[in-house]
């Protein structure tokens, strides 16, 4: 039978028998929950698919291997810009799109050999799905933690729609690379600020579960600030204004006061300003909309600002302050304004020597609390000159802040203390005299969950003619999408389902009165950010989820996926299961127990795409080489979590060793279900390592690895048979066993007609791996190196148990050992029993 014959009879047989369904809540084994991260249907599978649901399958077979009930399901994250984007091309219902695209997929899968459970599919378009999507906002908004407010966003002028702050790469849309501008709308927000602390310090327990380097960019998206708020009056303005700063013990050395430009409180002290500075500045601000958060935070760029001619009052002792608006200063930052402390904090400096601003210096790092510093030039303020170019992307500076330890000096009653003992003293005494209190601030803000898109989950608001907001009540979920039909999708700044007359216009059910829908759609994040608890209900009318099925299955076990969701994706999910565990419906608060992050598929060291021309077609290479000859070439390839160039990639190699493997099974004569005992001892030993080694492989997703141990054991037993033993050599057919078992996790159709060659009835996908044998594992002999001069002269075969004294005698004997040292002096012999004998020599 050819390789494709292979895979249509065990594709069949797996779809007939449902040979890898979950088992019930009568299925006393144990539960092991895997899943990879679902995709997105944007046409057929691609090699980024194969390596991903390749290496879940693995982890999902080898937990059934071991005796699990595993639950191994699969869905399609099928709303989203691409999909909408390609019906506008097409003049199109999205929907057509999509579920075509989530077909192929599905028979792209079941081509491959993944053992999913399939009936649980999902799809986050039907309504059954993104009906819970609606009744999650809605809880969150009972919560308070939805909430709508106007700020500046970030806009794609090109996808005509807002994006969060995780959805702009550099400056950039993340979907089309359009460049990301600043725009005020009103939206809705889930207050995921509210979880900053659980989501920070929840992921020590994820330490050594997670890649360190996702848990580091984890914490570095939350960033959390230890500091003070602090309360700063302003000249002509009744309220005073807050700013959040790390270092509130240098609040003596502030010099000036600095909001952001697209900051409300800019626009406010500007609007008072004279008519010269208001246009100045709303100049300066149109400016600053244009430029992204990556450039106005740069280190490396001139310092600009407008001086709006208002004074703020230090509250420690009462200095005017200049008040200027610079793009330096981020509106969403603590509250958008800044104490400008020019030399303790390099970007103020840089302003500061810009426009001749004071620089006042309160901290004296040359007497630091232990050792001594190198005395450096400093200027009349006492500021180090540093006149040299840094390096080759930074320009010379004329002066360096003084950000190291010291004591305090200039500070009035702090003097002479150590920083740490200055800021708590310094807290202590703003929070005393009124004028401020002890803070925490976050780099993490508020999820922007509206867009201005059609193919997403309706945000189940009402809008009434008064202003008011009603929620969409319960049993009226669904609020489903309308029918295309008349509405033009093409972006336009405001969702189309704003035009959809007979959608949109409805009553509050409890008062009568006209309202108007919400016309914005949810973040497809929300879609992705609790479907694995939908897998566990996923065809259910009255809940979102099974809380018992949850305390069953949940939290996943193994969670795949690329590296690329670090951020993004995580972050939400972490989010909302802790809302939900809040809620009192679900009992963990970490959603991944363990998570595997795989490498990129490239080709000539480039990421694959379709502009560029180099793609490797999925189906081309089933159509080629077959299911299993990808699945292991692509297994072979490397380590789990570094990417592999395509070049590395030998199906060729991979159709040989499975032949050489499949001719093996054939040759079996001896009878199956007969004892193991004697045979080859050398070949059983080969495989009952092999049985002790591959769970750690499996569990350390060492794949490539245990691909070379199944490599060498085919060998192994085809050298034996060669050999005179033959293939009734009971030990042969123990080997061959081995491999058809443990090849299932890579290679699961040839592994299942090895299987039934040996005799068995199938599934071999539910045969439980054999234990090692611990006397097997015991070495008789070893090879040991004799070495003279440093270079190796013979080998010897010696008992494992060997003493020092015994190998030394055994390599004098030796004949090449003799014959090597004629006419040297012997000077020393070192002995490893039982590895090696080293003669060091003269001569």
């Not at 310094?426 to 005393?432: A, S, T, V």
């Not at 093409?490 to 216009?505: C, F, I, M, Y």
């Not at 066993?737 to 040839?750: G, N, Q, Y």
């Not at 030394?808 to 490893?832: F, H, N, P, Y």
Request: glycine share 8%; aromatic share 8%; proline share 5%.
């Amino acid at each position: 039978m050819s390789a494709h014959d292979i895979q249509s009879k065990w594709q069949q047989y797996w779809a007939e028998n449902d040979t890898f369904l979950a088992g019930g809540a009568d299925d006393n084994r144990p539960r092991k929950y895997v899943l990879a991260m679902f995709p997105y249907p944007s046409g057929d599978l691609h090699m980024g698919h194969a390596e991903n649901y390749l290496y879940s399958d693995i982890v999902a077979r080898f937990w059934r291997h071991r005796g699990h009930n595993v639950l191994n399901p699969i869905g399609w994250d099928s709303f989203g810009l691409p999909a909408e984007n390609a019906a506008i091309r097409r003049g199109a219902d999205p929907r057509e799109w999509t579920y075509k695209n989530i077909e192929q997929q599905k028979a792209g899968f079941r081509a491959y050999g993944v053992s999913f459970d399939w009936s649980r599919v999902l799809h986050t378009s039907d309504p059954e799905y993104y009906r819970w999507n609606q009744w999650l906002f809605l809880k969150m908004y009972e919560r308070g933690l939805a909430y709508r407010k106007k700020s500046p966003v970030n806009w794609c002028p090109n996808d005509q729609t807002v994006l969060a702050n995780e959805q702009v790469v550099d400056g950039r849309c993340e979907r089309c690379g359009a460049e990301v501008v600043k725009k005020k709308l009103t939206q809705w927000y889930f207050r995921i600020t509210e979880y900053a602390d659980r989501l920070l310090d929840d992921l020590n327990q994820l330490e050594g579960f997670w890649p360190h380097k996702v848990l580091q960019m984890q914490r570095n998206w939350i960033g959390r600030s230890i500091g003070a708020d602090v309360d700063f009056r302003i000249e002509g303005r009744d309220e005073p204004v807050t700013v959040f700063s790390t270092r509130p013990d240098t609040l003596h050395g502030a010099t000036f006061f600095v909001v952001a430009p697209d900051a409300d409180l800019a626009a406010e002290l500007a609007a008072d300003a004279p008519d010269e500075v208001r246009m100045r500045f709303q100049e300066y601000l149109e400016k600053t909309q244009k430029e992204t958060d990556i450039e106005r935070q740069s280190t490396d760029r001139p310092k600009t600002g407008v001086f709006l001619e208002r004074y703020a009052i230090n509250p420690v002792n009462g200095e005017r302050l200049p008040i200027w608006a610079a793009d330096y200063v981020l509106a969403d930052y603590g509250h958008g304004a800044v104490m400008a402390v020019p030399a303790h904090d390099q970007r103020d400096l840089d302003f500061a020597r810009a426009f001749d601003l004071p620089v006042k210096v309160v901290v004296d790092t040359t007497a630091p609390l232990t050792g001594a510093v190198p005395v450096i030039p400093t200027d009349e303020d006492g500021v180090p000159i540093v006149t040299e170019t840094l390096d080759d992307q930074h320009p010379a500076r004329t002066g360096i802040a003084l950000t190291g330890e010291g004591r305090m000096i200039n500070s009035g009653d702090l003097d002479g203390l150590s920083k740490r003992n200055a800021i708590a003293r310094q807290i202590e005494k703003l929070e005393k005299d009124g004028l401020g209190r002890a803070a925490k601030n976050y780099r993490l803000r508020d999820w922007l969950i509206s867009r201005q898109r059609f193919w997403g989950t309706p945000i189940p608001m009402l809008h009434t003619e008064d202003g008011g907001i009603v929620p969409v009540a319960e049993e009226q979920l669904p609020v489903t999408l309308p029918s295309i039909e008349g509405l033009d999708l093409s972006p336009k700044g405001t969702s189309p389902l704003g035009a959809a007359e007979s959608w949109v216009r409805t009553v509050v059910p409890s008062t009568g009165e006209p309202a108007l829908r919400d016309p914005d759609t949810m973040d497809t994040f929300v879609d992705s950010s609790w479907y694995y608890l939908r897998f566990l209900s996923p065809n259910s009318s009255e809940f979102a989820f099974d809380e018992d099925e949850a305390k069953r299955w949940a939290p996943i076990d193994s969670y795949i996926g690329g590296v690329e969701h670090a951020i993004l994706h995580l972050l939400y999910a972490r989010f909302i299961t802790k809302v939900l565990f809040d809620m009192g419906l679900v009992d963990f608060t970490e959603p991944f127990s363990s998570l595997i992050n795989q490498g990129m598929v490239i080709l000539d060291g480039a990421k694959m795409s379709k502009s560029k021309g180099n793609l490797v077609l999925f189906q081309e290479e089933l159509d080629a080489h077959g299911a299993d000859a990808l699945r292991v070439g692509l297994a072979f390839a490397g380590p789990v979590e570094d990417d592999k160039d395509w070049a590395d990639v030998s199906t060729t190699g991979a159709q040989k060793f499975l032949s050489r493997a499949m001719r093996i099974a054939g040759e079996v004569t001896s009878e199956a279900g007969i004892g193991f005992d004697g045979g080859d001892a050398v070949l059983r030993r080969a495989t009952h390592h092999l049985l002790a080694e591959a769970p750690g492989l499996v569990e350390q997703t060492k794949f490539n690895v245990l691909v070379a141990r199944l490599m060498e054991l085919v060998n192994a037993i085809r050298k034996t048979i060669d050999s005179g033993a033959g293939a009734g050599d009971p030990a042969v057919r123990e080997a061959t066993e081995t491999v058809a078992v443990m090849l299932d996790l890579i290679a699961p159709h040839t592994a299942e007609e090895m299987w039934e060659l040996l005799g068995h009835e199938p599934s071999v996908g539910l045969v439980q791996w054999q234990p090692a044998d611990p006397a097997l594992l015991v070495e008789d002999t070893v090879t040991t190196a004799v070495q003279i001069g440093g270079k190796v002269r013979a080998t010897l075969e010696v008992p494992a148990k060997i003493s020092e004294a015994e190998l030394e005698a055994l390599a004098r004997s030796d004949e090449r050992v003799q014959r090597a040292l004629e006419g040297k002096e012997i000077i020393r012999v070192i002995v490893r029993a039982p590895k090696i004998v080293n003669f060091a020599v003269k001569g």
